[in-house]
T-cell receptor
Framework: GAGVSQSPSNKVTEKGKDVELRCDPI?????LYWYRQRLGQGLEFLIY????????KSGLPSDRFSAERTGESVSTLTIQRTQQEDSAVYLC??????????????FGPGTRLTVL | QKEVEQDPGPLSVPEGAIVSLNCTYS??????FMWYRQYSRKGPELLMY????GNKEDGRFTAQVDKSSKYISLFIRDSQPSDSATYLC?????????????FGTGTRLTIIP
């Protein structure tokens, strides 16, 4: 079946512009996570959705970052007034029960964001 | 100090060798421990998952957790060129609502044919 998909796969933008990154989770998965991976770094947690509510937003680095989710479906991560330090790969993951659990592979391929 | 420390490598070993990858952590609340493999320009894929201390084996892969030392390991036996990737350790707490994973920086591994 289809895995987690993300779009666009690559995004190049100018400093100060807004960007929207999209994640389509696996159908029926209730939980969705956004992570950021900077060059040579591990994944940093950004935000977690259970359904369309976000119990944990603690990883969002500033108020320029926001995310929303429609039901148990698509999520959009928005970065306003982008800065060069926002350049990274943004990864989305989904799970059926709110836990990144065993025996599953639920990460999307990521969106590579470059801010010039 | 980061909550999870992982040597970024790079690590190069000849084909057929045993590979040992390690992470240390500082948060004693971590209960679930995972290893992910990430190929270049791909998302991470889950390799191994262990709850609390102990060993788990799956084919050529063995994961070990030593909670007393706050140390986890991944061993790869009979390494193959297709094992060349970045290996990320990850861990999380058990308490409800705190579902996020904390990752190490990843170790870049190359298996030389």
């Amino acid at each position: 079946g289809a895995g987690v998909s993300q779009s666009p796969s690559n995004k190049v933008t100018e400093k100060g512009k807004d960007v929207e990154l999209r994640c389509d989770p696996i159908s029926g998965h209730t939980a969705l996570y956004w992570y950021r991976q900077r060059l040579g770094q591990g994944l940093e947690f950004l935000i977690y959705f259970q359904g369309n509510s976000a119990p944990d937003k603690s990883g969002l680095p500033s108020d320029r970052f926001s995310a929303e989710r429609t039901g148990e479906s698509v999520s959009t991560l928005t970065i306003q007034r982008t800065q060069q330090e926002d350049s990274a790969v943004y990864l989305c993951a989904s799970t059926p029960r709110g836990r990144l659990d065993a025996d599953t592979q639920y990460f999307g391929p990521g969106t590579r964001l470059t801010v010039l | 100090q980061k909550e999870v420390e992982q040597d970024p490598g790079p690590l190069s070993v000849p084909e057929g060798a045993i590979v040992s990858l390690n992470c240390t952590y500082s948060n004693s609340a971590f209960q679930y421990f995972m290893w992910y493999r990430q190929y270049s320009r791909k998302g991470p894929e889950l390799l191994m998952y262990t709850y609390s201390s102990g060993n788990k084996e799956d084919g050529r892969f063995t994961a070990q957790v030593d909670k007393s030392s706050k140390y986890i390991s991944l061993f790869i036996r009979d390494s193959q060129p297709s094992d060349s990737a970045t290996y990320l350790c990850a861990m999380r707490q058990t308490n409800f609502g705190n579902e996020k994973l904390t990752f190490g920086t990843g170790t870049r591994l190359t298996i030389i044919p």
